[in-house]
């Protein structure tokens, strides 16, 4: 069951990412691109977990490709893509040069690390917490995974407190809860797994980005039937 949640995951992330990567095309803003960035990584995370999950050989190459994707990398890029709707652009690029370089060094971290081969064979849906030895990268991991829950879920809450005392549509309000309630949901994924319930690991991301992709799509504005009509005027 967890294989097919985690394919869900990918399937929808990456309709996501395509999504995203259109808005970058028409509007060339930094973050949407990390934004892009973060969704495709957490499609190709949970390829890699349903790769891992092959009852056929439990590769450990797609375990990894799934730790370093999907767990690692993709919280701190998507916490870019947030950062880059509050700060300006040079800011942006010098947190984002420290953010690569810790997810540079976290992925060589976790490429090296010894498995345990038992501990992938029982992933059984679960996060695949145990299944690498931990190391010096599991802190800069930690770190990261804070830096992206914290940018997304604190920009989200800003936005959603100055849409409702500003003049912004009411449809905005609702988004910026519904993007800032899926990135609790997906934060709090692993330590259900923690605290004993392993199998509802993949449950509880695929509704953390079906609410997460429900909130994009209602901050995402609705052009406006005269606005095709303005563009020819203009030509």
Avoid: D
Avoid at 29 to 42: E, K, N, V
Avoid at 126 to 149: E, K, Y
């Amino acid at each position: 069951m967890g294989s097919w949640l985690a394919l869900f995951v990918a399937l929808l992330c990456a309709a996501f990412a395509a999504s995203v990567v259109r808005q970058y095309v028409r509007k060339r803003r930094p973050h949407l691109a990390y934004w892009a960035l973060s969704l495709g990584l957490a499609a190709i995370g949970a390829l890699g977990y349903v790769c891992s999950a092959v009852p056929a050989g439990h590769p450990v190459w797609a375990f990894r490709v799934y730790y370093i994707c999907g767990a690692m990398a993709m919280p701190a890029v998507m916490g870019l893509g947030s950062l880059g709707l509050m700060v300006r652009h040079r800011v942006l690029h010098a947190v984002a040069a420290v953010v690569g370089i810790a997810i540079v060094a976290t992925a060589v971290g976790i490429a090296a690390a010894p498995a345990h081969p038992a501990g992938l064979r029982a992933l059984n849906g679960g996060p695949g917490v145990g299944v690498l030895a931990t190391g010096w990268w599991l802190p800069l991991m930690i770190i990261l995974n804070s830096f992206g829950a914290l940018a997304v879920f604190g920009v989200a809450v800003w936005s959603a407190v100055h849409t409702l005392h500003g003049h912004a549509p009411r449809r905005f309000l609702g988004g910026n809860v519904f993007l800032a309630l899926g990135i609790l949901v997906l934060s709090g994924a692993g330590s259900a797994a923690r605290l004993g319930w392993p199998g509802a690991f993949w449950a509880t991301m695929a509704v953390g980005w079906v609410m997460a992709f429900v909130g994009y799509v209602l901050l995402t504005p609705i052009p406006s039937a005269a606005e095709p009509s303005a563009r020819q005027r203009i030509a």
